[in-house]
């Protein structure tokens, strides 16, 4: 039994064994779908749907459901997480879509985004990226000193919180035609670089931060735009460009090892 | 040296190095504006600047090959990187909305980068070599006065403005997008000064193409007369 509003849709969705297997779209019809219902919600029924049936159902990330998690990458119809903006997938909702039409779901596509399964893609480079210098490496807590000690500017510390809202999702690597993950990098090495504490290390964590998005396969940046647009959280190109400077002035400034 | 070649084979290096050629070509092509531009309002003044461009040893031995250089670097890094890009992503979307969060310009630099390559290809051919075979081989007695009547008769040819014409559309549509990448790809971004930085670019990349048009345009049709 169909509802009044329920959505029929049919699905393009990337199937994909597993690391070797070539992968190719499937079709599929779900149907009475609820325009209130999250995209994930949506997914939910299709994969119950494939269990029903003896598939095997699509395989993506997902965890916390409420646009903090950064997992939910899929490629929906020609954009990260979909149209609208400044959402995740799980954010996005079936009223965006229309009856009868036909929804594209692949994963993010980048070279150092392999694809592990279905829409499941590996994101560790980013971890690899963090693990090189997106960290202090003194202690910050738990031996709080008074703030009166260290005075920043109100608009400094709100720019730094603005980019250390970067949840890693890899919107901007997917969106991007280049694949490059400049704006995750500049937003973690600006989280940093715009504090005091994170001043020390500011050149060396540039470097080396740049050095393995480099390694990683990502591409170069060729100031689109697109990540900035298709970003859940906003980050601005504003991060890129302190990074260039960042990252130029410690090359040209830095010593001699 | 080392530091150098990490830093000049890094993402941003290259990028901060072709927009460092890119911002000098933009300065590059203004003077040449400039020069031609005073053949439509005096020939003797288009005579003697063509003239000293043409034969004072610094512009000559010192400008020009820094010149070439430049436009030779620019375009080979620029296929450089778009290799590089290109090598990102392997597997292509199924479908893919590009149109929905950046410009046609910013994302096929690659193809008006690669029209205004076949004008610089064809500007060589065409004034370039014949200049110099001039010059330097065929070594006629020095004529101050010849720029002038052989510019004019240069646009004489419909198919020359055409070319012309649509190449300078090309270059707007690089530099439209170009002019202000140049300024982000070098970290120069603030809240004062991008907003202006856009418009100068926006001002640049359709005055200047389209001021060499005009001339081109002015010359045919002010002689077909
Ligand atoms: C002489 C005329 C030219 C001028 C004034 C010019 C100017 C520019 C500018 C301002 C940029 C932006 C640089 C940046 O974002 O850092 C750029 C980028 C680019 N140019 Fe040119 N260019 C010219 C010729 C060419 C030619 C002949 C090619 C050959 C294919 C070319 C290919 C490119 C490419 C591919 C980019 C994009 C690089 C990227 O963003 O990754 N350009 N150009
Ligand atoms: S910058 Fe934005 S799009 Fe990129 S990983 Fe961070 S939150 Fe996601
Ligand atoms: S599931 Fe966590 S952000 Fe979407």
Redesign the interface.
């Known amino acids: 039994m169909s509802t009044a509003n329920g959505l029929n849709l049919t699905l393009k969705v990337w199937r994909q064994k597993n690391n070797k297997d070539k992968g190719k779209l499937e079709s599929y019809q779900v149907t009475d779908i609820s325009p209130d219902s999250s995209f994930l919600e949506m997914m939910d029924i299709l994969n119950e749907q494939l269990i029903d049936e003896g598939q095997d159902p699509v395989a993506f990330d997902h965890d916390c459901r409420e646009g903090i998690c950064g997992t939910c990458s899929m490629y929906i119809n020609g954009e990260a997480h979909g149209p609208g903006r400044g959402i995740t997938t799980c954010q996005l909702h079936m009223r965006e879509f229309k009856n009868g039409d036909t929804i594209y779901i692949e994963p993010w596509r980048a070279k150092a985004f392999p694809v592990l399964k279905d829409l499941v893609v590996d994101r560790s480079g980013f971890d690899r990226i963090m693990a090189a210098g997106g960290f202090i490496s003194v202690n910050t807590s738990g031996n709080t000193q008074d703030a009166n000690n260290i005075p920043i500017p109100k608009l400094e510390a709100d720019k730094a919180f603005d980019a250390a809202t970067c949840i890693g999702c890899g919107a901007c690597v997917a969106s991007c035609k280049n694949a490059s993950a400049m704006l995750f990098v500049s937003a973690k090495v600006s989280q940093f670089a715009l504090l005091p504490q994170g001043r020390p290390e500011a050149a060396e964590r540039v470097q080396n931060m740049v050095k393995q998005m480099d390694e990683e396969g990502f591409g170069n940046c060729s100031n689109t735009g697109a990540c900035e647009v298709e970003c859940p959280k906003g980050i601005s190109l504003e991060n890129i460009a302190r990074m260039n400077r960042e990252y130029l002035s410690a090359s040209f400034k830095a010593e001699e090892a | 040296m080392s ?1 150098f070649k ?2 000049f084979g ?7 190095a072709m927009a460092l050629s890119a911002l000098f070509l933009i300065i590059f092509l203004l003077q040449h504006l400039i020069i031609n531009l005073t053949s439509v309002f005096s020939e003797e003044t288009f005579n003697s600047l063509s003239h000293f461009m043409g034969t004072n040893p610094v512009v000559q031995f010192a400008l020009q090959p820094v010149l070439i250089i430049g436009v030779i670097f620019h375009f080979v890094m620029g296929f450089i ?1 778009e290799i ?2 290109k ?12 149109g ?4 046609w310009m ?2 096929n ?1 690659i193809w008006s980068g690669l029209f205004i390559l076949f004008f610089l290809g064809f500007h060589f051919a065409d004034f370039w070599i014949p200049e110099i075979i001039h010059k330097y081989i065929e070594v006629h007695p020095d004529d101050p006065n010849r720029y002038y009547a052989e510019t004019v008769h240069m646009f004489e040819n419909p198919i020359r403005v055409g070319i012309y014409t649509l190449s300078f559309v090309f270059l707007a549509l690089h530099l439209k ?1 170009g002019f ?2 140049a300024f ?6 603030h809240s004062k000064y991008t907003p202006m930085i856009k418009k100068i670019g926006d001002a640049y990349s359709i005055v200047v193409p389209a001021l060499y048009i005009f001339i081109a345009v002015y010359h045919h049709f002010t002689q077909a007369i």
Not at chain 2, 88 to 93: D, G, L, M, T
Not at chain 2, 100 to 103: E, K, P, R, Y
């Open positions: 530091w990490e830093t890094s993402s941003i290096g290259r990028k901060f990187l590089r890009n090598n990102a992503r392997e597997v292509k979307y199924a479908k893919n909305e590009g929905a969060n950046s410009s910013s994302r630099m997008h202000q990448s982000q790809s070098m970290g120069a971004r």
